[in-house]
């Protein structure tokens, strides 16, 4: 009897958790990625034309909305509490902020096509499958936005900008693509992104998985010392020491470091050097511009701090810079956007937005550890994965804007997706046993079997 209960449960259990959306709806959402990254837009002026992000946004939502059905108890999560509550706070807030028109007119849409990246990510991700097929799509456009320019400069000597140097002069710098929109920092950014990604989820596969590893990683890192992005370069920084603090080989990791290191340095111009050298000393050649970067960030915090209730409006940190500052530079700080835009109170909201992200890798790497899984589990390996890739984003936040970016939002989507996913996997993993208020539901619903089974018992 315990054995068909449990078989019951289980069931009762699968179709409740295990509802997907439409494979329609994933395709759409796989097409929006690839049309967002790669920019067809701007690769096909035609196609531009049909406003294709908010179309695919709105057939998107549209199609989610249809099967709301499905979405019963997902909003629970504590990731998506902490976003919801940061949503609310940002429209309670609107009426007053210091410029709530520019908001309406200007900034709604760059953060609207920002935050749908989390919902979209973490409602339609919903099978193991699909999350497998989201990853290689998002990780091959970063690949491509990287290899793009690298290969244009390499073949018809393509750079995309310059930073002006002490002696007058102009260094080149590799930026994204023409149909991109990325500059050599945001570039930089991509390429610290895409190296956890690789390292363990391509890395421990097979032979042909470890030959692509070893023909990209190096035209990787060479497209990064071509950014000449210092902040890039700090945030492959913290993704290196998650590696190394988690590795097992620390002694071969420290050797391939140093032949990394002699080898990047070799094929590095003298300005090159200078501009990564300057992290470390003043005196180098862009020196000046990385302790003009900290200081810009002072009076960032500086300005929120003007207005540090609620903040002068979503979007507009250039308006307030402009108008208080006398400059209209983009913010260079994801934390002193968050104070200047939203306020004290919309900073912290925004922080446990982030910390709930924390939480919750924190919480499944423990998980992982109490149940002995193996360390090439594709979930293991994906928690690591984005434990590098959530202490690198908050790390270079310190140097790049975000809020009405998508990558902290895309990230948040993903590891809500993945938790669930992970939980999915653990109960279908797990034998269950039928507990005493089971039988008593049972026994209420048949209540003439059993008292039939406990006639024929009696009488035996």
Known sequence: MNRVISNQHIGVIGSRVGETVNSATFVIYLYFIVDFFIRF??????????????????????????????????FKDPVFKSVLVLLGYIVVSLPLVEWPGSVFRNNLDPFV???VFLFFTALIIDT??????FLIVFVSCQVFRVLEPLYMNITQDYWGSATFLSTREFANRLSGAPADVINPNELGFVIATIVPFLHYLLWPLGW??????LALM???LYALILTMSRGGFIALLVVAFIVFKESSKKFSLCIL????VVAGISVMTPVQKDRYLSLIDRDAEGGASAEGRIQGMIGEFKLGLTRPVVGHGLGTTQEAKFHKRGSTQASHNLYAELIIELGLIGFVLFLRFLIKIAKKLSRVREDFKNRNYSNQD???????????????YAVYSINYWGLSQY??????????????????DKSSNEPMVADNSANKVLSNRYALASRLRDWQAFRK
Do not use: C, H
């Not at 594709?378 to 690198?392: D, E, G, H, Q």
């Not at 990558?407 to 999915?424: E, Q």
């Open 41 to 74: 837009s701007s690769r096909f002026p035609w196609y531009g034309k049909i406003r294709p992000t908010l179309l695919a946004v709105g057939i998107i939502s549209v199609l989610l909305f249809l099967q709301r059905e499905k979405f019963k108890g997902r």
């Open 113 to 115: 096509k920002a935050i």
């Open 128 to 133: 193991e499958r699909r999350l497998k097929w």
């Open 208 to 213: 042909k998985f470890k030959a692509l590893y």
């Open 218 to 220: 190096p035209a990787l």
């Open 257 to 260: 470091a140093v032949f990394v």
């Open 378 to 392: 594709f979930y293991y390996r994906l928690n690591k994965v984005l434990i590098a890739v959530f202490w690198m």
């Open 407 to 424: 990558y902290w939002y895309l990230f948040g989507g993903l590891v809500i997706a993945f938790g669930r996913l992970l939980d999915i």
